[in-house]
């Protein structure tokens, strides 16, 4: 694993430890006893700074891309691994059920199939949203554009236009039909 994967995948692995958490004991508990909250509030900060951070990345790149996918599959090899999601998922959880009083056990295998199918599950999650933020990107890009473009129309045609209003007979030359003899001639 790269560096630059590594805090997708401890933000991914968060998220896979508490999708593990919830299938295993459903609403029995709070996942990390009293600083539930708090890994709440921080899982939360963590998906919205990654989110913010590919949302940026993908604003660079939006310029030469030529369709949403493109830009997707460029941003696609920044998400990590399975593997790396699953390792960090799995300290995720046992760093949560290390902060919980004493209660009843799940099997360490059925622990790490779940770990490994939360993982799998978030990573494909992860390539959707981040398929949709590509679009949403390149829309919003392709849209700043058209307006830029317009503006600088306008400001062209501003400039322009002053000349023909200096010269009464080329600027009615634009507003009016030619006159009903001319194509009679032209006929």
Avoid: N
Avoid at 44 to 63: D, R
Avoid at 109 to 136: G, P, T
Avoid at 169 to 177: I, Q
């Amino acid at each position: 694993m790269t560096l630059r994967r590594l805090p997708g995948a401890i933000v991914l692995g968060l998220v896979a430890a508490l999708v593990t958490h919830a299938v295993l004991f459903g609403g029995e508990h709070a996942w990390g006893g009293a600083y539930h909250s708090a890994l709440l509030q921080f899982t939360l900060a963590a998906v919205t700074g990654l989110t913010a951070a590919a949302g940026a990345l993908l604003w660079t790149g939006a310029a030469c891309a030529a369709d949403g996918t493109v830009l997707a599959a460029r941003m696609r090899s920044l998400l990590p691994g399975w593997f790396s999601v699953a390792v960090c998922g799995t300290g995720w959880y046992v760093l949560g059920e290390c902060l919980e009083t004493a209660h009843a056990g799940v099997p360490l295998l059925a622990v790490l199939a779940i770990v490994a199918l939360s993982a799998w599950l978030v990573l494909r999650f992860a390539a959707i949203a981040l398929r949709a933020l590509a679009e949403i990107v390149l829309l919003v890009v392709r849209l700043l554009d058209v307006q830029r473009q317009r503006r600088v129309a306008f400001e062209l045609t501003r400039r322009i236009a002053p000349r023909y209003a200096q010269d009464d007979k080329a600027w009615r030359r634009f507003t009016r039909p030619p006159p009903v003899e001319f194509a009679l001639t032209r006929a």
